[in-house]
């Protein structure tokens, strides 16, 4: 198979040209926008839409079946992306203009969705349309799909989610799932490859308290805003309790060799250093996140004036929930910790996707190819992503679904959901290489 990345950085460059950004606002969806980039994904990848079926789900979600000859039973394969990015930011702060594609005498490409995360979606379609021009039929089916509301957590209608009900209805079910996620790090202990196979969970709620308003220069001793500061501040004191799930222990015993420090020593049996990883839980947000269902506020409202006291006032949190813990456990802490003038109400959230396996044949398959492309040493953890992915709308159809893609690692990237987001294009083929090689091997 002959590589050219000179190629997928055009295509990519052309991708990054088409403002795809989504919005909470459903009705300012740029739909025409992904339209576009649909049209152009026709053009670069000709092979792709003669012999793949092509299906739009929902506004502009894509759909591609590839049916294979049925000699293997092997459940299909399932390729995510998103199609969408998130807002680009301060035009002046940008080296290049965000949806320029523009790649500079370095080889480094700048514009908002390069890495995130049209870079797979590239990878993904490029992989296919080179088996095809070799002529290659999988002996099972592979689907890819590829949706818009991503970066705004699905908002209201989740792309993905439409899509998953679809291959529900249609019986499907996949022995891999790739998403976006996780890669190849160089760490100087050696490389990572963080396969990983989990996400907290994610909600925002919106708390209230309402009491008279008025003037404000007869303020009362405390108003509805300054009780509900002291009830958020509350909540900060009094989080959900630190706890060690099976997870987390998988993740840092795959960690330790490559843990400096008394921090890999703990790692290496997390169960029997469970009290001073505590202690320093407590210290550090890197490790605190991944022993507790973290809240935290972000946003508040008071009245609509200075002198007014205000009738009503509203703060939103966020929430990331750990596996295994529930929205109502969380709601059930809220009620125990805040006094009960304090209101709140779920404004979108979901639990903890379930963890896919380590021990299935989609995993063997990952870890099998990514230590082809990147040496028998290359460290395979486990792990859990920080933010939330496409894929969890997966994981009632499959216990393999991986937030990982293996391409090489590159200090040259970076900017994502920043100004100035790059990626460097001489790393291009070896993203393509992996789900080539990921599609051949899956069939053996
Ligand atoms: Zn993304």
């Given at each position: 198979m002959k590589y050219d990345k000179k190629k997928y950085a055009e295509h990519l460059s052309g991708m990054v040209k088409f403002p795809t950004v989504s919005n909470?606002?459903?009705?300012?969806?740029?739909?025409?926008?992904?339209?576009?980039?649909h049209k152009y994904l026709e053009e670069i990848y000709p092979l792709v839409h003669k012999h793949l079926t092509?299906?739009?789900?929902?506004?502009?979600?894509l759909v591609f079946h590839w049916k294979g000859t049925g000699k293997s039973d092997k459940l299909p394969i399932l390729f995510c992306a998103h199609q969408d990015v998130v807002p680009e930011g301060d035009w002046n702060n940008w080296k290049y203009p965000p949806f320029s594609g523009h790649i500079d005498e370095e080889g480094i490409m700048w514009g908002r969705g390069s890495g995130d995360c049209k870079m797979t979606l590239m990878?993904?379609?490029?992989?296919?349309?080179?088996?095809?021009?070799?002529?290659?039929?999988?002996?099972?089916?592979?689907y890819m799909a590829f949706g818009y509301n991503e970066e705004i957590m699905g908002g209201p209608g989740a792309a993905c989610?439409?899509?998953a009900d679809e291959f529900a209805k249609r019986g499907i079910r996949f022995g891999?799932?790739?998403?976006e996620g996780g890669g190849v790090a160089n760490t100087p202990n050696g490389k990572v490859a963080s396969i990983n196979v989990g996400e907290k969970g994610y909600a925002d709620y919106e708390f209230w308290v309402e009491d008279g308003g008025g003037h404000a220069a007869?303020?009362?001793?405390?108003?509805?805003?300054?009780k509900l500061g002291k009830a958020m501040y509350d909540l900060e004191c009094n989080p959900m309790p630190l706890k060690l799930v099976d997870a987390v222990i998988q993740m840092f015993k795959a960690q330790a060799p490559i843990t400096a420090g008394r921090m890999g020593e703990l790692k290496a049996d997390p169960a029997a250093n469970w009290e001073e990883l505590q202690k320093i839980c407590l210290e550090t947000r890197e490790n605190n996140q991944f022993f507790r269902t973290t809240t935290t506020p972000t946003m508040a409202q008071g009245s609509a004036q200075a002198n007014i006291l205000p009738e009503k006032a509203s703060?939103?949190?966020?929430?990331?929930?750990?596996?295994?813990?529930?929205?109502?456990?969380?709601?059930?802490h809220f009620k125990a910790v805040l006094p009960e003038y304090v209101h709140f109400r779920l404004a979108k959230g979901h639990n903890p996707p379930s963890i896919s396996r380590t021990d299935s044949d989609g995993f063997k398959v990952v870890s099998k190819v990514v230590r082809e492309l990147h040496g028998e040493d290359v460290v395979i953890v486990p792990g859990l992503v920080a933010g939330g992915t496409d894929?969890?709308?997966y994981c009632p159809l499959s216990d393999s679904v991986y937030r990982f893609v293996g391409g090489k690692a590159s200090s040259r990237v970076g900017g994502v959901h920043a100004v100035n987001e790059h990626i460097d294009t001489e790393v291009l083929d070896s993203n393509v290489e992996f789900f080539v090689r990921i599609i051949q091997t899956y069939g053996e």
């Amino acid at each position: 198979m002959k590589y050219d990345k000179k190629k997928y950085a055009e295509h990519l460059s052309g991708m990054v040209k088409f403002p795809t950004v989504s919005n909470v606002d459903p009705d300012k969806l740029p739909t025409e926008e992904f339209l576009k980039m649909h049209k152009y994904l026709e053009e670069i990848y000709p092979l792709v839409h003669k012999h793949l079926t092509r299906e739009i789900m929902g506004k502009c979600g894509l759909v591609f079946h590839w049916k294979g000859t049925g000699k293997s039973d092997k459940l299909p394969i399932l390729f995510c992306a998103h199609q969408d990015v998130v807002p680009e930011g301060d035009w002046n702060n940008w080296k290049y203009p965000p949806f320029s594609g523009h790649i500079d005498e370095e080889g480094i490409m700048w514009g908002r969705g390069s890495g995130d995360c049209k870079m797979t979606l590239m990878a993904e379609m490029e992989a296919v349309e080179a088996l095809l021009e070799e002529g290659y039929t999988p002996d099972y089916d592979i689907y890819m799909a590829f949706g818009y509301n991503e970066e705004i957590m699905g908002g209201p209608g989740a792309a993905c989610q439409i899509i998953a009900d679809e291959f529900a209805k249609r019986g499907i079910r996949f022995g891999l799932v790739l998403d976006e996620g996780g890669g190849v790090a160089n760490t100087p202990n050696g490389k990572v490859a963080s396969i990983n196979v989990g996400e907290k969970g994610y909600a925002d709620y919106e708390f209230w308290v309402e009491d008279g308003g008025g003037h404000a220069a007869m303020p009362p001793e405390h108003n509805a805003l300054g009780k509900l500061g002291k009830a958020m501040y509350d909540l900060e004191c009094n989080p959900m309790p630190l706890k060690l799930v099976d997870a987390v222990i998988q993740m840092f015993k795959a960690q330790a060799p490559i843990t400096a420090g008394r921090m890999g020593e703990l790692k290496a049996d997390p169960a029997a250093n469970w009290e001073e990883l505590q202690k320093i839980c407590l210290e550090t947000r890197e490790n605190n996140q991944f022993f507790r269902t973290t809240t935290t506020p972000t946003m508040a409202q008071g009245s609509a004036q200075a002198n007014i006291l205000p009738e009503k006032a509203s703060v939103i949190t966020n929430s990331r929930l750990l596996p295994g813990d529930t929205l109502e456990e969380l709601e059930a802490h809220f009620k125990a910790v805040l006094p009960e003038y304090v209101h709140f109400r779920l404004a979108k959230g979901h639990n903890p996707p379930s963890i896919s396996r380590t021990d299935s044949d989609g995993f063997k398959v990952v870890s099998k190819v990514v230590r082809e492309l990147h040496g028998e040493d290359v460290v395979i953890v486990p792990g859990l992503v920080a933010g939330g992915t496409d894929s969890r709308y997966y994981c009632p159809l499959s216990d393999s679904v991986y937030r990982f893609v293996g391409g090489k690692a590159s200090s040259r990237v970076g900017g994502v959901h920043a100004v100035n987001e790059h990626i460097d294009t001489e790393v291009l083929d070896s993203n393509v290489e992996f789900f080539v090689r990921i599609i051949q091997t899956y069939g053996e």
